[in-house]
C-alpha cells in the first residue's frame, strides 16, 4: 500500500474547517517525552491548556529524557527535550568512544491540532518529534483522539521515522537512512516518508486524580536495542509492543507516572505545570489605592490659589510626598490654572497602567480645583517616554466604572519637546542606587555535561549624575562553581575558522579573584517626536569593552518600531580588569519590532556580528499581560553549518518570569531565562545594558490597552 504525502496533507487540510464547531481536547497528562497527551510513548491529539508551561523528567531503559513543552497557541504545542542515553553508540555500528558514560542529545518537536473535536468526530493534530535535532528520535505522525463519556478517551494514529519502525503496513517513499547529523537543520527530506505504522491506545480516567492507560508501539527502538550489535551494547529488551501503566495527578502543577513498558522495563515520570495566566497568588496582595477626591461643585472656577505666594512649591512638596507613598517618585511637574503635567520614575509598579492609574489617583487629591487636565509623563533612566492625558471629571465620574470607559477617553503621547525646559524635582540628581547580593550563573545542555554553574557576590550600583546620564557598574568574586571546565572531544568546539568571540567564555570564570562585570557611562536623550537614543561607553559587558550607540523610532500609537545599533568592541582580558586583547571589531544591526495582537510580538535584527559574520536573527515571543514572556529565536548568518559547528547556526528559547506574579505584590524585579542549545561563534551579540525598545513601549499605547484593566487597582 502506498500512500502520497501530499493527497494526505490535502485530505486533513479540507477538515480544518469543521474545527470550529469543536472543542479544543485538553489534557494535564504528559507522555515520556514530556508532551501534552493522555497515553505513554505515543502521541494522541490532546493539548495542555493554553500558555500552559511544563517540565517533565522521564526515565526507562537507561535514558534520561527532560523536556520543557510550551502550549504556544490553543492549538500548537512546541517541545525543547535534552536525553541522556547511557553508553549509547552515535549511529548504528561502532563502538561507543566514551565508554561507561552518557551521550547527550537535544530535539525540538512541533505539534498541531489541525481539527477539534466534535460530537461525531475526533480531534485530529499533526505532529513533527525531532524535525531539527540530530534525528535520534526523529518521526512523524497523524493522529486522532476522541473522549467516550467523561473518563475514556480513545485513540489512533499513523506514524513515520520512529514511530513507523515497527509492524509497517506500508510506505510513502524512501526515507534516509542516517541518524545522527549536526542537528539544527530540519530534516524535511525525512518528513512523512519511508515506512508507515499503526499505533493507538486508551486511558481511563479512575477519580479525578488516578488514571489508567494502555498503547500498542510502533517504536521499534532499532537504535537503543544495538539494530544486531553486541548484546552488551543494549539499553533494554523489547520483548512486547504493549505498555501499561497509570498516572497520578498529586496537585494542580505536579503529575506523576509509572509504567511497564515493552515487557521487559519500568518507566517512571514526573511532570511540573504552570500556567502564566495563573498567579499562585490569586488576587494579590498589594495595598489598596487611595480613593479618588471628587471635587465640591463650582470649586474649578476658583483660580485665587495660582496668586499665592509659594503656592507651587508647597503644592510640588505635597505631590512628591503623596507619590512616594505610592512607590513613584516625581522628577518634574509644571503646573498652570487649568492643566497639571507631571513627569514620574517608577519604583514599584511592574504593569505602567496601574502606575499611572496610582498618580491620577494621587492628583485627584492634591490638585488644586481649578485644574482639569492630567499628563502623567513616565520616565527610563532620566528620559521621558510616553505619557498619557485625561480629565479630571472623568476620573472622578469612572472611579467605579470597568476601566475600558476611562481608556476611551484617556490620549497618548510622545512628544519629547513637552518635557524640555521643566524644572527637576529636588534630591533626583545625582543619586546612587546600589546592591550587594548573590549571584548564580548557568550553563545548560553543553555536550559534555548537562548543567554547569557559578556561584557568589554581586556588588552593582548606578550613579544617576543628571537626567539621561548614568555611571554603572558591578563587580563580582565567584565562589564556586564549574564554569571553567574545559571541555572533552565531544564539544565540537574545535579550532574551528571562526574568532574566538563566544566559544573561550570558560576562561572569564577561570579563578576566584574579583572581576569586573561591567563599567560604562551612558547617556539617554530624545532625538525629537518619536525618535530615542542612547550611547554607552565602556567595558559593556564580561567579554567586550568599547562604544554602542543606538537610535530608536517608536510612534506612541504604533504596534510598529524601528531601531539601528552600532557598536566597536574590543575583546577583554580573560581576568575581566581593564586589559583589552588583540581582538576588535565593527558590528551594528538595524532592527524592526511589530506587536502583531492576540500575545504575539515578532523581532527582525539584520546586521554584522562579532566574528565578523552578517545575517539575521528571528524572534517570537507570547506574551501576557502580567509580564510573562516566553519565546524563542534563531539566528542565521553567511557561516556555514560546518564553520558553525554542531547544531548548524544560533538558536534558543527565552523565557521572562516577572516576581509579582510569584510573590502576588508589586515589583520590577524579573527572571530572565535563556536556554541555547550550544554556544557558538556565529550569530553572536554584544550585550549591552539599557537598549531602548524595551522600555519604551511599555509606556506606549499598544502596550499599555493590554493591561489597562489594572488602572483602577
Known sequence: ?????????????????????????????????????????????????????????????????????????PRLTGSFRYSSLRDYRPGRGGANPYPNSSYYDRSFDLRYQVLTEGDYWPAVAVGLRDFMGTG?????????????????????????????????????????????????????????????????????????????????????????????????????????????????????????????????????????????????????SDTAPVPVSVRPEFSARDLGWADTPGARDTLSDEVAQSLAREGLILEGM??????????????????????????????????????????????????????????????????????????????FSGDGAAWAGMDVAPDNYPRLEWSLAPFL???????????????????????????GWVLSGAVSVKAAGNLDDPPSGRSGAGPGTLPKVRSNARFYSEGNDPRLDHLTIAKYGRLGDDWYGRLTFGYLEQMYAGASGEVLWKPVDSPLALGAELNYVAQRDFDQGFGLRDYDIATGHLSAYYDFGNGFHGQLDMGRYLAGDWGATVALDREFDNGWRVGAYVTKTDVSAAAFGEGSFDKGIRITIPMSWAIGSATRKKNDLMIRSLTRDGGARVNVDGRLYEAVRDTHRPQMAKTWGKFWR
Do not use: C
Not at 375 to 401: C, F, H, K, W
Open 1 to 73: 500500500m502506498r500512500v502520497t504525502t501530499p493527497a494526505m496533507i490535502v485530505g486533513f487540510v479540507a477538515m480544518v474547517p469543521m474545527a470550529a464547531h469543536g472543542d479544543n481536547l485538553t489534557t494535564r497528562s504528559k507522555n515520556m517525552y514530556g508532551t501534552p497527551g493522555g497515553l505513554i510513548d505515543m502521541p494522541t491529539a490532546e493539548m495542555a491548556e493554553d500558555g500552559e508551561l511544563s517540565a517533565t523528567v522521564s526515565h526507562f531503559g537507561d535514558t534520561t529524557k527532560t523536556t520543557l513543552s510550551f502550549q504556544v497557541a
Open 136 to 284: 535520534l528520535y526523529g518521526g512523524e505522525y497523524v493522529v486522532a483522539t476522541k473522549e467516550i463519556g467523561s473518563r475514556l478517551r480513545l485513540t489512533g494514529g499513523v506514524g513515520w521515522g520512529r514511530l513507523g519502525s515497527f509492524d509497517s503496513f506500508g510506505s510513502t517513499g524512501t526515507r534516509p537512512t542516517g541518524v545522527i547529523g549536526s542537528g539544527g537543520i530540519p530534516n524535511t527530506d525525512r518528513w512523512f516518508r519511508g515506512p508507515m505504522s499503526g499505533f493507538g491506545g486508551l486511558s481511563y480516567q479512575a477519580s479525578e486524580r488516578l488514571s489508567f492507560k494502555a498503547e500498542y508501539s510502533t517504536d521499534a527502538y532499532l537504535e537503543e536495542r544495538g539494530a544486531g550489535q553486541d548484546p552488551g551494547a543494549n539499553l533494554f529488551r523489547r520483548e512486547s509492543p504493549w505498555n501499561f501503566g497509570l498516572d497520578y495527578q498529586v496537585s494542580d502543577s505536579i503529575n506523576l507516572g509509572a509504567y511497564y513498558m515493552y515487557g521487559s522495563e519500568v518507566g517512571v515520570r514526573m511532570s511540573i505545570a504552570l500556567n502564566p495566566k495563573a498567579s499562585p497568588v490569586p488576587g494579590g
Open 334 to 411: 509644571e503646573v498652570d490654572s487649568r492643566h497639571a503635567r507631571v513627569l514620574l520614575r517608577n519604583h514599584r509598579w511592574d504593569v505602567e497602567s496601574q502606575a499611572a492609574g496610582r498618580a491620577a489617583r494621587v492628583l485627584s487629591r492634591v490638585m488644586p480645583d481649578s485644574v482639569e487636565h492630567f499628563t502623567i509623563g513616565q520616565s527610563y533612566r532620566g528620559m521621558p517616554a510616553g505619557a498619557v492625558t485625561m480629565r479630571r471629571s472623568d476620573i472622578e465620574a469612572l472611579e467605579n466604572a470597568p476601566a475600558a470607559e476611562m481608556f476611551d477617553r484617556v490620549t
Open 441 to 467: 550563573k548557568l550553563g545548560v545542555f553543553d555536550p559534555d555535561s548537562p548543567v554547569k554553574a557559578d556561584a557568589g557576590v554581586r556588588l552593582s550600583g548606578d550613579y544617576h549624575v543628571a537626567p
